[in-house]
């Protein structure tokens, strides 16, 4: 899981500027059609972004990186480095993407996984609203401790 409170650690980044960058993610994702899976792109830049401190610099970079490895492991038929590198204008090389990709899951020790089960994916926005609303006895019912996972 991300910190939540990474970007207190990164000195030349702020929440808008991850933003603009998710959304330029969203943008490329929707250009090459890809499976809503591959927006795991987000978490792995999040925890990315949790571990090690980035330069304004090189965001798109971890951001290109990440959708490559997000890519891989989900779509049947991945588009290359090299589209991506499209997508950013030829801003980087494609050595560099590989090697940066390469950096990012050996700091993410390799795990891509989503970070929890899907029935909590699926519960945790309804707790939340029950919980917003002060519908405490609903809460309870719904906590991750007694959702029953259904794949």
Known sequence: MPNPNFMEMQKDLAWKMRGVLTDWTIQVHSRFHLLPETLLCVNIIDRFLSARVVSLVKLQL??????LS????????SPSAANFLYCA???YSETEILQVEH??????????SYP?????LVASPVWLARFILGRE???R?????TAVPFY
Do not use: F, H, Q
């Not at 950096?103 to 891509?112: C, E, F, G, R, T």
């Open 141 to 145: 019912v719904l906590t991750p401790a």
């Open 137 to 139: 006895d609903l809460v």
């Open 103 to 112: 950096y990012v899951l050996k700091k993410l020790d390799w795990n891509l």
């Open 70 to 77: 997000a890519v891989m492991g989900e779509e049947i038929i």
């Open 62 to 67: 971890i951001g290109i990186t990440c959708m």
């Open 89 to 91: 204008n030829s801003s």
């Open 116 to 120: 929890y089960p899907p029935s909590i």
